[in-house]
């Protein structure tokens, strides 16, 4: 549904998939901002992707009513690295 993204997630990326699973699930907002006790218009600035900051404990709940969730993982180079060019090479 949403993908593997393959760059640096920031607000502005993050809210409006919010706002789609949010929709999604035929939730409003007022409802998703009652259950993660944040206000309705910070909800709505951040679907629109126009919140500057919000702190992770208050996204970690927005993202808990809709039932998703952050994943960490190592950053991958989107150019080959000399090692994987010979790996390929040596496939041959």
């Known amino acids: ?4 993204l393959n760059y640096m997630l920031t607000l502005s990326v993050i809210g409006p998939k919010l706002a789609e699973r949010r929709k999604q699930l035929g939730m409003s907002q007022e409802l998703i901002a009652r259950r993660s006790l944040i206000g309705r218009t910070t909800l709505a600035t951040l679907e ?8 992770f404990s208050k996204l970690n709940r927005v993202l808990s009513v809709l039932n998703m969730e952050l994943k960490l ?3 991958r180079s989107a150019r080959p690295t ?6 390929d090479e040596g496939d041959d």
């Open 1 to 4: 549904m949403f993908g593997k």
């Open 48 to 55: 629109t992707g126009n919140l500057g900051e919000m702190g």
């Open 73 to 75: 993982q190592e950053k």
């Open 82 to 87: 000399l090692e994987d060019l010979l790996e």
